[in-house]
């Protein structure tokens, strides 16, 4: 975990360092909160939803992003499992006009795994994303067009309990997360690498099941233009839901 730890500061502060040296770098301060809803139905399949909401000039001001997402899951095996979903987005791009926003509709595919040592748990995905962007005209008018990317994304969670209690009520734990991003697509020319995130913060849990997620994101991001980039301190908040509809027998055995 402390090698993580040191490769995930690594990366973040690297890419600080070279995108201060850019000129063209907006800053924001943001609010980040979800939902998120993993519900399994049978040994094999489950569905997945999350709604997300993300507040951009200094936190609660107006929105950058709007996404719901709504989707299907098929468990491989007890610490595997594939997931497929549809994702509606509403991007804010221009700050002179909070009310206008570019729909994008974006399917993807992911797989997801676990391995646990004795006092911590690792999670990753690696997702694939089918990106269709409306076009618009000088951030303020949408047009009847479509940019097409797709976008890959690697993530991985670390869990460690800080209370005796583990997963139960009123347990405890430090949770970091570092995902990093690669575009690629016809209109790809500047931006192959997206951006990076790197996450710390903490897990509270109400029950077995359900649990908040609460802490800090970094975001570094290279838009589309040659010289342009986003940076992004976040407060990110959120909530996960996971219900297990089997019978309690089957349910143990996972």
């Known amino acids: 975990m ?69 989707g299907g899951i098929y468990y491989l ?24 926003y570019a729909p994008e509709y974006r399917p993807w595919q992911m797989i997801q795994w676990k391995n646990n040592t004795k006092n911590t748990s690792f999670a990753h995905w690696i997702r694939l994303e089918e990106r269709f962007k409306t076009r618009t005209i000088n951030s303020s008018q949408l047009t009847n067009n479509f940019d097409f990317t797709y976008r890959l994304r690697y993530n991985v969670f670390i869990e460690r309990p800080l209370t005796i209690k583990k997963r139960e009520k009123g347990a ?27 996450f710390g913060g903490f897990l509270y849990y109400f029950n077995t099941h359900d649990f908040l997620q609460f802490g800090y994101t970094n975001v570094i991001q290279h838009l589309a233009g040659k010289d342009k980039y986003k940076a992004i301190d976040a407060i990110k908040l959120t909530f996960f839901n996971n219900l297990d509809f089997r019978k309690k027998s089957s349910a143990h055995k996972s």
């Open 2 to 70: 402390r090698q993580f730890i040191l490769l995930a500061i690594f990366t973040t502060l690297f890419c600080k360092t070279v995108f201060a040296q850019k000129n063209n770098v907006v800053h924001y301060n943001q609010l980040w909160y979800a939902y998120n809803n993993n519900t399994r139905l049978s040994d094999r399949w489950g569905i997945w939803m999350d709604i997300q909401n993300k507040d951009k000039s200094e936190y609660l001001h107006n929105f950058d992003v709007k996404e719901n997402t709504l």
């Open 172 to 198: 405890f734990s430090l949770s970091i997360a570092e995902e990093i991003y690669l575009n690629y697509g016809k209109t790809i020319v500047y931006n192959s690498f997206d951006q990076n995130r790197l």
């Open 77 to 100: 095996k007890n610490k595997m499992k594939l997931t497929g979903a549809f994702t509606y987005i509403q991007s804010y791009p221009n700050d002179l006009l909070p009310d206008f």
